[in-house]
């Protein structure tokens, strides 16, 4: 077991502690003082364990992304069959969105709506997260094609974007509404379009 120094289990316990702030409130709308309050550190105590705010809200969407990430992967264990790896993520924002919602919402589309060109690092994880999450999709598809699972008529490169897009979609409208009925129509065309592939 690796044991952590003290300084490195500071840094822990400040992204975890802010990665709720910067979803909830953005990169813009949280405040250092929103930081040291949430924390009970310093401004000095912040910036000697992160360069700036920029820095921080980076690898706090990392957390927040990274907590996704390993969700998705712990559900996908041991499954061979691409129709039951795309359902993975049907199932996980079906089931999870009430929680997601009030952590703030999606941190991917959360982050790359807030940041843009206010925050180029923290829009370049968000563009790289988007891409690991486009690619695995991809992936997945093509090779469902190639096993023959899949239709060979399919664009895989097409249906990971309408299939990312549909989940952010959903996620958007049922948070904006206050409606989960929104993202749960959107995860019914994905799965219309799963089959609609499947030989």
Known sequence: ???????????????????????????????????????????????????????????AFDYNFGKIRTEIVNRSLGLKDPVEQLLVYVDFYGEVFDKIYVAG???????????????SELFERV????????????KIVTYGIRKEIFSTETNAAAFAD???????GGMLLSKTFKNKKHLNACLDLIRKMIREITN
């Open 162 to 168: 309408q299939f990312v897009s549909l989940i952010e």
């Open 1 to 59: 077991m690796q044991f952590k120094t003290k300084a490195e289990r500071t840094r822990q316990f400040i992204i975890e502690t802010t990665a709720p702030i910067f979803n909830m409130k953005g990169y813009e709308g949280t405040s250092i003082s929103d930081i040291t309050a949430a924390t009970g550190l310093t401004k000095g105590s912040i910036y000697g364990n992160f360069k700036d705010k920029e820095e921080l809200a980076a690898v």
């Open 127 to 138: 563009q790289k997260a988007m891409l690991e999450w486009h690619t695995h999709i991809f």
């Open 105 to 119: 919402g999606c941190p991917l589309l959360n982050s790359a709506v807030d940041t843009d060109d206010s925050n």
